[in-house]
């Protein structure tokens, strides 16, 4: 394949809206129909490629347009599902992070002093002078 129908199949596997194992089988289909217009026209441009298919939007849109309604809708379905656990776990992440940075209780603070007695003192000069 040459540069241009590489771009293009990259721009047409974009727009393709559906679940991996259908997304394997349009991808085919493309690939059949571009190398069917590849033997043809040896070198294609843009402009070529987009007179004999149209748009990229459009051939997905062409490509996509055997898929049932339970294809389409299981994609949407498993797209919401996953956008619903992102919107979940960024809000447990949220309330997690403010619970430990302002609710948590902090830890005590053990402070330690160092004393020294000093024996002797006032006692023991009181205890020199009545030596006799």
């Known amino acids: 394949m040459n540069e241009a129908a590489t771009h293009y199949r990259r721009e047409v596997r974009k727009h393709l809206r559906c679940g991996r194992s259908t997304r394997r089988r349009l991808e ?4 059949v129909l571009l ?3 590849l033997e043809e026209n040896p070198s294609p441009d843009r402009a070529a490629l987009e007179a004999a298919f149209g748009t990229s939007e459009e ?4 490509l996509m347009e055997e898929l049932t309604p339970e294809e389409r809708g299981q ?3 498993h797209r919401l599902a996953v956008r619903v656990v992102c919107v979940v776990l960024v809000l447990l992440f949220t309330m997690f992070s403010i619970y430990t940075f302002f609710y948590k209780e902090k830890p005590f ?3 330690t002093y160092e004393f020294s007695y000093i024996s002797g003192g006032a006692d023991s000069s009181a205890s020199s002078t009545d030596a006799p």
């Open 28 to 31: 085919e289909q493309l690939s």
């Open 35 to 37: 190398n069917a217009f």
């Open 59 to 62: 051939l997905a849109a062409t």
């Open 75 to 77: 994609w949407k379905r």
């Open 109 to 111: 603070e053990i402070t």
